[in-house]
C-alpha cells in the first residue's frame, strides 16, 4: 500500500515539470530569436559590450574623499554617526569592564551557572570546561574582548531585527516590503557590508559591531515574522472575544506564543555574530579573530589555531545552551526555578568576591599550554610528505596543478568565451525552469548589473571557481550525508568535526591549504569547500533522515535492496532537502569567495581586499556589488519559489 | 506616523544623552579595550609582514616593561591605518612605505597626525629568483633576459606564459605595468596575501625549484631561502609618476613612523619613546627571524633582542 503513496509523485511530477519547462523554454527561445540578433548588431561583441557599462570608479572616489574630508565637522557625523559610534564604543567597554572586573573565575563561574538553569548539568560541566580552555590557551584578554564585542552586536541585532520582524508580522505591506530587503541581506557576502562602514566610521570596534548588526539582524526579523503569523487562530479569537484592544493581545498572546521562534532566532543571529566577529578582525576589531588573523602574517597556523580553538568553543557552548532553552520552552516550569536562579546568582557573586580578594583577577600566566609549536610541527610534516612526490598518486600539488589545468581553465575560458547574451539566456533558462518567471528576471537583472558594474570578466571568473567548488562540495557531501543517514554513529562521530568546520575561522586554515596546493585558484577552491561542506552534510542527512518510514519499511518488505532502497525512495522523497543543500553549499561558497582572494583566487575575491586594504573604495565596493549580484543570481537560480516561504531560518 | 517621528526623536535624543550632549567628535574615537583598570594605554598598529610586527613587537616590550604602560595591538594594512590613526583609533603606525597622498591629507592639511620620525631602516622592493637558480644561470640577473628563461617559471596559474608572484594587495606595486612595458612574458599572479606567498616560496625552494617574485627587504625569509635580485632599468627620480607608463626599477625608501597628533602631544614618554625608537635592518632581521622561523612569540623574541642590546634601547628612553 505505501508504495502507491510513494509512486505518484514520482511518475506524476516530472511528467508535469517537463510539460510546463518545455513551454517555458520554448518562449524563451522565441524571445531569444527576436532579441539576439537584435542585441547583436548594436554591441557585437563577445564579452559584456563597453557601450553598456556606467564607470563608478569617478563619483565613489569622490563620495569617499568627501566623506573622509567633512567626517569631523559636518552636522550628521557631528550629531548622528558620531554618537553611534560613541555609545558602541561606550556600551562594548561597559561589558568588557564588567567581564575583566568579575576575573576569570567569575566568568567561568556566570557561564557555567547559567548553563545550569537552563540547559542542565551536562551543558554546565562543558561550558565551564571551555571558558577554562580559553584561559589555557592564552587567549584569556582576547576571549573577553570578543564576548564584549559579541554582547553588544548580539543585542542590538536582537532589537533592530524584532523591531522588524514585528513590522513584516503585524502588517502584510510592510512584510511585502522586508521579504526583498531580508533576502537581499541574506545572501550578500559579509566581506561586502565592510566597506560602506568602514567609510564613514573608520576601522575599528564601531564599524565591526555596525557590519554585525547587519549580518546577523535578518534570521531574527524572519523568525519573528514567522512566529507571529503563525499564532494559533482559535487562540487569538479568543483573546479578541475578551475585549482586549491590538496592543494587548500583541503582549499577552502573540508575542508569548511566538517565543519558540524567538529563541531559535536569537539562536541563528548569535551563531552568525559569531562568525562575522572574526570577519570584523579585518577591520580592527581587535580581540580573537585579530589573533588569527595576526598569526596569519607570521605564518603560523599553531597561533592561529590556538585564538580559533576559543570562538569554536563559544559557538559550540552558545548553540547548545540557547538550542536546550528552546527545547525547554515546551515542558512545564519546574516548580522550585526562582530559588534555582537566586542560588546560581549567589554562587557567582561568591566565586568573583572570592577571585577579587585573592587577587586572581587575571588569567595565570604560567596556566597557559602552548600548543603552537606541536600543532606547527605537525602541519609541516604533513604538507612535507603530501605536497608532491607521494607515488602513484601524486602529491597534493599535481592535483592541484591538473583541477587547475583541467577544470577550472576550461570552465573559466568556456564562461568567458561565451557571447554575453548567451550567458543571460541561460541564466533566464535556468531560473524560470525551476522557478517563476519573477525569479527569472532577478536573475538575469543581476547578471546583467555586473556587466554594467564593469567587472563581466572578473565576475565569471569568480563564477567558475564557485561552480567547481560547489561541484565538489555537493559529490562529497552528499556521499557523507547519505553514509551518515544510514549509520547513526557515523552521525554522533560526525557532529564535532562538522561543528568544528563549520565555526573555525577560515583565516586558521589559510596557510595549510596553500601549503598543500600552492597559490592560485585551487586552494581557493578547497577553502570553500572545507567551509561548504559541513551545511551540505547536515541537510543531506536530515533529509534523508526524515523520509517518512513507513514508506521505507513496505519498500524493504517488497524486497527492495538498500541500494535500490536509497535510489528509488530516499533520494526522490528527499529532493527538497538537496536542492536546499545545493542552494546552501552555493550561498557558503560565495561567502568565503574572498577568503580566496587572499590564497590566490584572483578575480573580484582579490579586487575586495585590495579595496579595504589600499582604502580604494571604487575597485572594492564594485567587486562586493558583483560578488551580491552572484549571490542573487545563483540563489534566484537554484531556488524553487514554493519553498521560499519557508526560507525562515 | 506620529509614532514613528516621536520614536525617532526619542532614538536621536537618548543617543546624545548617552554621550554627553551636543556634538561628538569623530577624530577621538580610542578603542574600547584602552585603558582598562588604570591603566595607561597605548594602540600599536601593526602591518601584515614579519617586520612590522617586529617593530611593535619591541616597542610593545619596552613600553610595557620599562615605561609601565599596558599596550594594544590592531592589526590593519598601512592605508587604512592612516585613517585610523586620524581618528585616534590607534596611536601609532611604527613602519610607513612612503604614501605621498595620505601625507599631504592627514599631516599636512588636516593636522591629524605628526610625523614621528625615521625608523632606521630602509626598505627597497625589487624582483628576486632563489639564489640556487641564479647561480646555475647568472644571466638571469638583468631583466633583458627573463624572456628566455619565461618557461622554466611555468605554473598551471600562469598558463603558457611565466610566473611573476605578487604578494598582499596591500603593497605597493607597478608590476603589471612592468611586465607590459618591457615586453615580457610573464603572466602577474596574485598570491593574495604574504603568508600564502611565503609559503609558496618555501615549498618552491624545498623542491629547488625556479620561481619569480616580488620581494622586498628587509625580510627575515633572505636568511632562510637566499635570493638574488633582478636588475630591472635603473630608478630615476619622477620615473613611477604616471603609474601606466613605469618602465623602472623601484626606489629605496627610508621608512617612516607616523604618530596621531593628539598623543604626540599628550602620549608624555610613550610619545617621546616612540619618537626616539630607531634601530637597523639588522635589529629587525633579527627578531622577524626569530618570530617567523623559530615561531617564538612575538613578546618572547622581543625579550631576547631586548636582553642583549641595552646600550640601542637605552637611548629611546632618556
Known amino acids: 500500500m505505501a508504495t502507491i503513496t510513494a509512486n505518484p509523485p514520482r511518475v506524476g511530477l516530472p511528467g508535469l515539470l517537463k510539460h510546463r519547462a518545455v513551454h517555458k523554454l520554448l518562449l524563451l527561445a522565441l524571445a531569444a530569436a527576436i532579441l539576439v540578433p537584435l542585441a547583436n548588431a548594436r554591441w557585437a561583441s563577445g564579452t559584456w559590450p563597453s557601450a553598456l557599462t556606467v564607470d563608478f570608479s569617478e563619483p565613489l572616489a569622490k563620495a569617499s574623499d568627501w566623506i573622509i574630508d567633512n567626517r569631523d565637522s559636518h552636522p550628521l557625523f557631528l550629531y548622528f554617526f558620531g554618537h553611534v559610534s560613541n555609545v558602541v564604543v561606550i556600551a562594548v567597554r561597559a561589558v568588557y569592564l564588567t567581564l575583566l572586573a568579575v576575573g576569570w573565575a567569575g566568568v567561568t563561574a556566570l557561564g557555567a551557572l547559567v548553563a545550569w538553569r537552563v540547559a542542565g548539568v551536562k551543558l554546565a560541566l562543558g561550558t565551564a570546561a571551555a571558558f577554562l580552555a580559553c584561559g589555557l590557551l592564552g587567549m584569556w584578554v582576547p576571549t573577553m574582548q570578543t564576548l564584549a564585542l559579541m554582547v553588544v552586536a548580539v543585542l542590538a541585532s536582537v532589537v533592530v531585527g524584532v523591531l522588524l520582524g514585528l513590522a ?13 530587503v531580508l533576502d537581499t541581506m541574506q545572501v550578500l557576502p559579509a566581506f561586502a557590508y565592510l566597506l560602506p562602514v568602514v567609510l564613514v566610521f573608520g576601522i575599528g570596534v564601531p564599524a565591526a559591531v555596525l557590519a554585525t548588526v547587519v549580518y546577523a539582524a535578518p534570521p531574527m526579523a524572519r523568525l519573528t515574522s514567522l512566529g507571529l503569523r503563525g499564532a494559533d487562530k482559535e487562540v487569538l479569537e479568543a483573546v479578541e472575544s475578551l475585549g482586549s484592544t491590538a496592543r494587548q493581545r500583541l503582549l499577552t498572546a502573540r508575542i508569548p506564543l511566538a517565543r519558540k521562534e524567538l529563541l531559535l532566532g536569537l539562536n541563528q543571529t548569535i551563531m552568525m555574530a559569531l562568525s562575522m566577529a572574526v570577519i570584523a578582525a579585518v577591520i580592527g576589531a581587535g580581540g580573537l579573530g585579530d589573533r588569527v588573523y595576526q598569526a596569519l602574517a607570521s605564518v603560523d597556523v599553531g597561533a592561529a589555531l590556538a585564538a580559533g580553538i576559543p570562538i569554536v568553543l563559544l559557538a559550540v557552548v552558545l548553540d547548545r545552551v540557547t538550542c536546550a532553552a528552546g527545547e525547554k520552552l515546551g515542558a512545564e516550569p519546574e516548580p522550585h526555578s526562582g530559588r534555582g536562579w537566586l542560588l546560581a546568582l549567589a554562587g557567582v557573586v561568591a566565586v568573583a568576591v572570592a577571585g577579587r580578594l585573592a587577587g586572581r583577577l587575571d588569567w595565570p600566566d604560567s596556566w597557559v599550554v602552548a600548543i603552537a609549536e606541536p600543532v606547527n610541527r605537525a ?122 568546520f563549520q565555526t573555525m575561522p577560515q583565516f586558521v586554515y589559510l596557510i595549510p591549504v596553500v601549503a598543500l596546493f600552492g597559490v592560485g585558484r585551487a586552494p581557493a577552491v578547497a577553502a570553500a569547500i572545507v567551509y561548504a561542506l559541513p551545511a551540505v552534510v547536515r541537510i543531506t542527512t536530515q533529509g534523508l533522515r526524515q523520509v517518512d518510514p513507513a514508506a521505507l519499511e513496505s519498500s524493504s518488505s517488497l524486497g527492495a535492496t538498500s541500494w535500490q532502497q536509497l535510489k528509488q525512495v530516499q533520494l526522490p522523497l528527499a529532493r527538497p532537502a538537496l536542492l536546499l543543500a545545493v542552494n546552501q553549499g552555493l550561498v557558503l561558497v560565495l561567502a568565503v569567495v574572498v577568503i580566496g582572494g587572499l590564497v590566490g583566487g584572483g578575480a573580484l575575491g582579490y579586487d575586495v581586499v585590495f579595496g579595504l586594504a589600499q582604502g580604494d573604495l571604487a575597485t572594492g565596493l564594485v567587486a562586493g556589488g558583483a560578488i551580491v549580484c552572484l549571490g542573487l543570481m545563483l540563489d534566484r537560480v537554484t531556488q524553487p519559489t514554493e519553498r521560499r516561504a519557508k526560507k525562515g531560518a | 506616523m506620529r509614532f514613528r517621528t516621536s520614536a525617532a526623536v526619542a532614538a536621536v535624543s537618548s543617543l546624545a544623552l548617552l554621550t554627553g550632549c551636543g556634538a561628538a567628535d569623530m577624530t577621538k574615537q580610542a578603542s574600547p579595550f584602552a585603558n582598562a583598570q588604570g591603566a595607561k594605554t597605548v594602540t600599536l598598529s601593526v602591518q601584515s609582514w614579519v617586520g612590522a610586527q617586529s617593530n611593535v613587537a619591541v616597542a610593545q616590550y619596552l613600553l610595557e616593561h620599562e615605561l609601565g604602560y599596558r599596550v594594544d595591538t590592531v592589526q590593519v594594512d598601512e592605508v587604512p591605518a592612516w585613517d585610523a590613526l586620524s581618528q585616534g583609533r590607534v596611536d601609532a603606525l611604527l613602519e610607513d612605505w612612503g604614501h605621498p597622498e595620505q601625507e599631504q591629507r592627514y599631516v599636512k592639511d588636516k593636522k591629524t597626525i605628526a610625523p614621528g620620525g625615521e625608523l632606521g631602516v630602509t626598505g627597497h622592493i625589487g624582483w628576486f629568483v632563489p639564489t640556487y637558480f641564479a647561480k646555475k644561470h647568472p644571466d638571469i640577473t638583468n631583466w633583458k633576459n627573463l624572456n628566455k628563461y619565461a ?64 620581494w622586498y627587504s628587509p625580510q627575515w625569509l633572505f636568511k632562510k631561502v637566499p635570493m638574488t635580485e633582478v636588475k630591472l632599468p635603473p630608478y630615476k627620480e619622477g620615473c613611477d609618476a604616471d603609474p601606466e607608463k613605469v618602465a623602472c626599477a623601484y626606489p629605496h625608501t627610508p621608512l617612516q613612523k607616523y604618530l596621531n597628533a593628539d598623543f604626540a602631544k599628550k602620549g608624555g614618554k610613550a610619545a617621546a619613546f616612540l619618537r626616539k625608537f630607531k634601530w637597523t635592518t639588522e635589529d629587525q632581521n633579527e627578531v622577524s627571524l626569530m618570530i617567523a622561523d623559530k615561531k617564538m612569540t612575538p613578546e618572547d623574541a622581543a625579550k631576547k633582542w631586548v636582553d642583549s642590546h641595552e646600550s640601542t634601547w637605552k637611548k629611546w628612553l632618556s
Open chain 1, 379 to 500: 602541519v609541516d610534516w604533513m604538507t612535507a610528505h603530501l605536497y608532491s612526490g607521494v607515488p602513484v598518486i601524486g602529491g597534493t600539488a599535481d592535483w592541484a596543478g591538473h583541477f587547475t589545468t583541467w577544470v577550472l581553465d576550461p570552465m573559466r575560458d568556456g564562461l568567458q568565451a561565451l557571447p554575453w547574451w548567451a550567458v543571460l539566456l541561460i541564466v533566464a533558462a535556468l531560473a524560470w525552469v525551476i522557478g517563476t518567471w519573477r525569479t527569472a528576471l532577478t536573475a538575469v537583472l543581476a547578471m546583467a548589473a555586473i556587466g554594467v558594474l564593469g567587472v563581466w570578466k572578473p565576475s565569471l571568473d569568480t563564477l567558475s571557481q564557485v561552480l567547481a567548488a560547489v561541484a565538489v562540495t555537493l559529490v562529497v557531501g552528499f556521499a557523507v550525508g547519505i553514509a551518515a543517514a544510514r549509520s547513526d554513529r557515523l552521525e554522533r562521530a560526525l557532529r564535532p568535526v562538522l561543528d568544528v
Open chain 2, 151 to 214: 618557461d622554466q617559471f611555468r605554473t598551471p596559474e600562469s598558463g603558457s606564459k611565466g610566473q611573476l608572484m605578487d604578494g598582499s594587495p596591500s603593497y605597493v606595486t607597478n608590476d603589471k605595468a612592468l611586465v607590459k612595458n618591457l615586453k615580457l612574458d610573464y603572466q602577474v599572479v596574485f598570491a593574495g596575501s604574504e603568508a600564502a606567498q611565503i609559503t609558496q616560496m618555501r615549498q618552491f625552494a624545498k623542491e629547488k625549484k625556479p620561481f619569480l617574485t616580488y
Open chain 1, 168 to 180: 513584516a508580522g503585524l502588517s502584510d505591506r510592510m512584510d511585502r516590503v522586508l521579504r526583498p
